[in-house]
């Protein structure tokens, strides 16, 4: 299985919404990541999991929330989001092979298509 | 970090080879080029890597010159569907950080 799931594929929140994207694999990968893709534009960094610990932020703003409840599953938890929040959010997952200088091979899901109102 | 330069976009007959260019002149001697694609409203999708030798799979070939600092994505017999954006990634940052550049748009014509 080397999928990655998310759910939902569309969202469509007003400004005052909270809401999660949740992201799953069963691939046995450690590492997670939230990345942000506006139209026209290549994905974007926000958040890496490691062993369910945050290792990178990308200097995302509060209102949005990580969570790596265990090794197979990402959420994103928004809230109080802004028009320009609206993108295409993709999560993605790689084994954590731990080995420097060496890029991880990253699988990632279709994506959630937020609409911030 | 080490950046890449890729055209913005490309047209390939069907049928076609399809060979996608990227430079990375400033690349360092532990770091592989990696390439995605991205589909239209999917996500990206890996296609291959390589550090030094060309390599091959199913889906493409890499070739990369003898002194690193470009490399060439191959389709050997493109389709409509490989029209898509192709990424080539060379990043420092660090071994998690995936740095997309623009990519180029490649579009496969009937």
């Known amino acids: 299985d080397t999928e990655v799931t998310q759910t939902p594929k569309h969202l469509v929140m007003g400004m005052t919404n909270k809401k999660s994207l949740k992201c799953e694999q069963h691939?046995?990968?450690?590492?997670m990541y939230w990345y942000k893709q506006k139209a026209k534009k290549p994905p974007e960094l926000m958040f890496v999991?490691?062993?369910?610990?945050?290792?990178i932020n990308e200097s995302v703003p509060s209102r949005f929330s990580p969570e790596c409840p265990n090794s197979s599953l990402l959420n994103l938890h928004l809230h109080a989001l802004q028009p320009e929040d609206s993108a295409l959010y993709l999560c993605?997952?790689?084994?954590?092979?731990?080995?420097?200088?060496?890029?991880?091979?990253?699988?990632f899901g279709p994506g959630t298509r937020l609409l911030v109102l | 970090d080490a950046k890449t330069t890729q055209p913005p976009s490309m047209d390939c007959a069907e049928g076609r080879a399809a060979n996608l260019p990227c430079n990375h002149s400033?690349?360092?001697?532990?770091?592989?080029v990696y390439w995605y694609r991205q589909i239209h409203s999917q996500g990206p999708q890996y296609i291959i890597h390589?550090?030094?030798n060309n390599e091959t799979n199913e889906m493409a070939s890499l070739i990369i010159t003898e002194d690193r600092k470009s490399s060439t994505l191959i389709l050997p017999h493109a389709t409509l569907r490989d029209t898509a954006v192709y990424y080539c990634?060379?990043?420092?940052?660090?071994?998690?950080?995936?740095?997309f550049g623009i990519g180029t748009k490649l579009q496969v014509i009937p």
């Open positions: 993605a997952s790689s084994q954590q092979s731990r080995s420097r200088g060496r890029k991880e091979t990253q699988y």
């Open positions: 691939m046995g990968h450690r590492a």
């Open positions: 999991y490691s062993y369910e610990k945050l290792s």
């Open positions: 400033t690349i360092s001697g532990n770091e592989y």
């Open positions: 390589g550090l030094k």
């Open positions: 990634i060379v990043d420092s940052g660090g071994y998690q950080k995936v740095t």
